[in-house]
């Protein structure tokens, strides 16, 4: 059993080097600026990012959505020196081949990123939760779980939308945690911190209103299948742009003039490329 379980772990991290193996050809809309992101983010953020491995075309295609990895910012609270700015490592986050790692601004600036910042959190509740993800550095997940790995390598299978979530719990073994935000959505749920609209129809209240949505709202919340998606929609946090943080103004843009026709048209050249791209995975 022992050698058993010992080929399958071999095998799986041969599947985990190739599904976090990065794609040629990704080209950031608008990159991300570690300098500015130091200045903007605070304690408790969540980073989301658009990544180009094998398996983020899995996830945004699952999940319907730009993003497919999630990082929380925790601050200095990791280095003695806070001068050392974007290079030291101030984020904590999930990966399929390293596990829960500590990492710099520096590795996300080829990507594009989206900052979303839970409102009205108390400073011993940001404590704890930056103190909940620091305390889970250095964990391992085991990747022996083949059927786990492989439902990844088929980026987009033919199902109709309201089920592509749903393949997401296939498997269900800690590759899923590892690829999901499960360890970040513990960190918040540790306070009582919520991600997801409520279930109930209190008045007032933010809540999901089909059935289908409160089906998968209980779903997701039963197997800790958060993913990046679910902060970017969580009405708890709210979407923070870097470029309108310390204030702008439109008038003070630097326009290069009219364009010419070969721009005109380059510009719709790449205009219905994106869209082919974007019917592809859908």
């Not at 910042?117 to 550095?137: A, H, N, Y």
């Not at 939308?161 to 499960?182: D, L, N, Q, Y």
């Not at 279930?199 to 958060?226: C, F, M, N, Q, W």
């Not at 709210?238 to 843009?253: M, N, R, S």
Request: hydrophobic share 35%; charged share 30%; net charge positive.
């Amino acid at each position: 059993m022992e050698t058993y379980n010992g080929v399958l772990q071999r095998f799986g991290k041969f599947l985990t080097k190739l599904l976090v193996k990065e794609s040629a050809g990704y080209k950031p809309y608008t990159p991300s600026d570690p300098e500015t992101l130091n200045r903007i983010l605070e304690p408790g953020d969540i980073l989301l990012v658009e990544g180009n491995q094998f398996v983020s075309a899995s996830i945004k295609y699952l999940t319907q959505s730009t993003w497919s990895h999630a990082a929380i910012y925790v601050g200095d609270i990791l280095t003695d020196d806070p001068d050392k700015k974007t290079k030291r490592h101030c984020l904590i986050e999930v990966t399929l081949q390293e596990g829960c790692v500590s990492a710099p601004l520096e590795r996300y600036r080829r990507y594009n990123t989206r900052i979303c910042r839970p409102i009205g959190l108390t400073k011993e509740d940001r404590q704890v939760v930056v103190d909940f993800m620091v305390s889970k550095i250095g964990l391992k997940y085991d990747t022996k779980n083949i059927l786990d790995l492989l439902r990844y390598f088929f980026p987009t299978p033919p199902i109709p939308v309201r089920w592509r979530r749903r393949m997401i719990a296939f498997g269900s073994g800690e590759p899923t945690k590892a690829i999901c935000s499960s360890l970040i959505a513990q960190a918040f749920q540790s306070i009582k911190y919520p991600i997801l609209p409520e279930v109930t129809l209190a008045p007032g209240r933010v809540h999901a209103k089909s059935d289908h949505s409160r089906r998968e709202i209980l779903h997701i919340r039963h197997h800790s299948l958060y993913t990046p998606r679910d902060f970017d929609l969580s009405p708890y946090f709210k979407v923070i742009k870097p470029t309108l943080e310390h204030g702008f103004d439109y008038k003070k843009l630097q326009w290069s003039g009219k364009l010419s026709e070969r721009d005109i048209l380059r510009n719709k050249v790449s205009h219905e490329e994106e869209i082919a791209d974007n019917k592809k995975t859908e």
